[in-house]
T-cell receptor
Framework: GNSVTQMEGPVTLSEEAFLTINCTYT??????LFWYVQYPGEGLQLLLK?????DKGSNKGFEATYRKETTSFHLEKGSVQVSDSAVYFC?????????????FGSGTRLQVQP | GAGVSQSPSNKVTEKGKDVELRCDPI?????LYWYRQSLGQGLEFLIY????????KSGLPSDRFSAERTGGSVSTLTIQRTQQEDSAVYLC????????????FGPGTRLTVT
């Protein structure tokens, strides 16, 4: 079946530091890949997505590249801000299941200190 | 426009009672999903509705859980004879069919079973 593995948190960084959150996946077929973010007290929001190999998703300074050869979709940001403190979820969906429901990783909490 | 809404935002119930959780998807979205977010299990898929097709119930954890979607819009998730392990945040999401599965999430209902 499908699965997503994320690095465990919390990840604690100082403001303006470089961020990487690792994500690898196992899936049949050709899944679409997503990063969702959950800010404190808020619901899940789509941060970025990529639908085929070598696609790069980007939004709000965050980037992730769909690497089929390594089955990875690592999230990066060059300079984090305090406002980026949140929980980040890597997810995939695969039409092979016929339902497009998302399979999520366990989430990585990011804490950015001023 | 209006996003996905869920009610109630919080629900405290006694073990053994039945509860109903409601989801109003984004207007025009034909796909609707229920997920559960709990400390021990992360984000889990529960059930999926797509238009008038039979729902995919493969994620429901037991026969105490059921859901319906009336008129292709509002959905209700019902949990009968609640147990303490049902305590979690129940999330609803909707999407446009064919839009590469970009799901929009509601704020969730926090269920606490005492």
């Amino acid at each position: 079946g499908n699965s997503v593995t994320q690095m465990e948190g919390p990840v604690t960084l100082s403001e303006e530091a470089f961020l990487t959150i690792n994500c690898t996946y196992t899936a049949t077929g050709y899944p679409s890949l997503f990063w969702y973010v959950q800010y404190p007290g808020e619901g899940l929001q789509l941060l970025l997505k990529a639908t085929k190999a070598d696609d790069k998703g980007s939004n709000k300074g965050f980037e992730a590249t769909y690497r089929k050869e390594t089955t990875s979709f690592h999230l990066e940001k060059g300079s984090v801000q305090v406002s980026d403190s949140a929980v980040y979820f890597c997810a995939l969906s695969s039409m092979d299941t016929g339902r497009r429901a998302l399979t999520f990783g366990s989430g990585t909490r990011l804490q950015v200190q001023p | 426009g209006a996003g996905v809404s869920q009610s109630p935002s919080n629900k405290v119930t006694e073990k053994g009672k039945d509860v109903e959780l409601r989801c109003d998807p984004i207007s025009g979205h034909t796909a609707l999903y229920w997920y559960r977010q709990s400390l021990g299990q992360g984000l889990e898929f529960l059930i999926y509705f797509q238009g008038n097709s039979a729902p995919d119930k493969s994620g429901l954890p037991s026969d105490r859980f059921s859901a319906e979607r009336t008129g292709g819009s509002v959905s209700t998730l019902t949990i009968q004879r609640t147990q303490q392990e049902d305590s979690a945040v129940y999330l609803c999401a909707s999407s446009l069919r064919g839009e590469m599965n970009e799901q929009y999430f509601g704020p969730g209902t926090r269920l606490t079973v005492t």
